[in-house]
């Protein structure tokens, strides 16, 4: 049975107050023609579908044209979906019952009553039944009820949670989780765009899930293997923080054949609409080596011009239409950075005024333009009375 695992969607995510609507249609255009093309039998998508518990009307209309247009090229697909720590479970969930019928399976929330167990879908293929396990985001307040006293740890959560289920090893299981997993105290390689507690008390060792065949995790941005090859962050299908512009993203595809057997595992490279690029260079030399082909990429271009030069922003808008940032690195913002802990110093505006111009253009006011100054403040300073 192949699969493909995808997680981290954010949709309506916005990148540096970019909206990313049309590079997320265009990520899931393409997430949809690797399915007609590889005809999975599922589609795993493991928590964070939406970038806030109360999604946009826009990003909710996004998603549902997603799963439109997913039933109608490959209906009789199932999809797994569960909650991230950023969606709202119960929001998720809703209609979820009803979705059944369409075979897509939603787990918003985590067992939290004596009577409520993780949601499991079985599918078929030639080899028998495949377990596919449905565990939301968990935190350990979500599961207090099973817990006479005292608190739990995350990992205690989720071992507690996994305890209550028999699960058959004889067969074939999956779980679709999204928490911080580590391996044995590693852990996984972050980006900026993930958010997670202070102080690792959301770690959760990856032997917990050593009864699956495969887990199907989300949570991490970066696509990477957890210990072994078969627990897998399969990473987000765009780069979402600047971090992540050397990131390849992909679609995760598993290929099972029977219990026992090493599953195949591929990473579908996805293209994005527009690449985040980290530039760095003095602006002559941006300028010069410029791509029209780039022109529409989101870019976070450094300076490293010894001089300031002369509005850069906008000389450079000319030919990068998407600036996500722009940082001066030269010998002046790093003495600045040195500085930065010391109480700031308030200063005379003509005092402030010439020691800003004498670091913009390496050299001292001549004397009418200090006159030229002068005049300015007074104007300024009359003009506020
Ligand atoms: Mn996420």
Redesign the pocket.
């Known amino acids: 049975m192949k699969f493909f695992h995808i997680?981290?969607l954010?949709i309506g995510k916005q990148l540096h107050h970019y909206n990313l609507k049309e590079d997320q249609r265009y990520i899931f255009n393409q997430i949809l023609e690797h399915i007609e093309r590889e005809q999975p039998k599922a589609i795993l998508i493991a928590?964070?579908i939406y970038d806030s518990a109360v999604p946009s009307a826009e990003a909710v209309a996004l998603f549902d044209e997603f799963l439109t247009e997913l039933s109608q090229i490959k209906p009789e697909i199932t999809v797994l979906i569960i909650a991230?720590?950023?969606d709202s479970g119960k929001r998720l969930s809703y209609a979820s019952r009803i979705l059944n019928n369409s075979r897509v399976y939603i787990a918003g929330l985590p067992p939290m009553t004596e009577e409520e167990h993780i949601q499991k879908v079985v599918l078929e293929d030639i080899h028998g039944e495949i377990n596919f396990y449905l565990l939301p985001f968990t935190k350990p307040a979500f599961v207090r009820s099973f817990q006479e006293e005292g608190s739990l740890t995350y990992q205690e959560a989720i071992e507690l949670l996994l305890g209550r289920e028999e699960i058959d090893t004889t067969k074939r299981n999956v779980i679709l989780s999204h928490q911080f997993y580590v391996a044995g105290g590693k852990e996984p390689v972050q980006s900026e765009?993930?958010?997670h507690t202070v102080g690792g008390l959301d770690q959760i060792d990856i032997s917990v899930l050593a009864d699956f065949d495969y887990a199907a995790l989300?949570?991490i941005?970066r696509p990477q293997k957890m210990g072994r090859e078969t627990v897998r962050y399969c990473g987000?299908p765009l780069q979402y923080s600047i971090s992540e512009a050397s990131d390849k993203k992909s679609i995760t595809m598993v290929t099972f054949e029977e219990k026992g057997s090493t599953p195949t595992i591929e990473e579908i490279p996805l293209k994005p609409l527009h690449p985040v690029r980290k530039l760095e260079g003095t602006l002559h030399e941006i300028l010069e080596n410029a791509k029209a082909s780039q022109r529409e990429d989101f870019v976070s271009i450094t300076l490293t011009d010894d001089i300031d030069p002369y509005y850069p922003k906008e000389r450079l808008e000319e030919l990068y239409h998407r600036i996500l940032e722009l940082r001066i690195d030269n010998a002046r913002t790093r003495k600045i950075l040195d500085f930065s802990d010391a109480e700031p110093e308030i200063m005379h505006p003509k005092e402030a005024f010439l020691a800003f111009f004498t670091e913009m253009h390496g050299r001292e006011m001549t004397k009418e333009e200090s006159l030229l100054m002068d005049e300015i403040i007074l104007k300024c300073q009359e003009g506020a009375e």
């Open positions: 997680s981290d954010h928590g964070d991230g720590n950023h765009s993930e958010m989300g949570h941005h987000t």
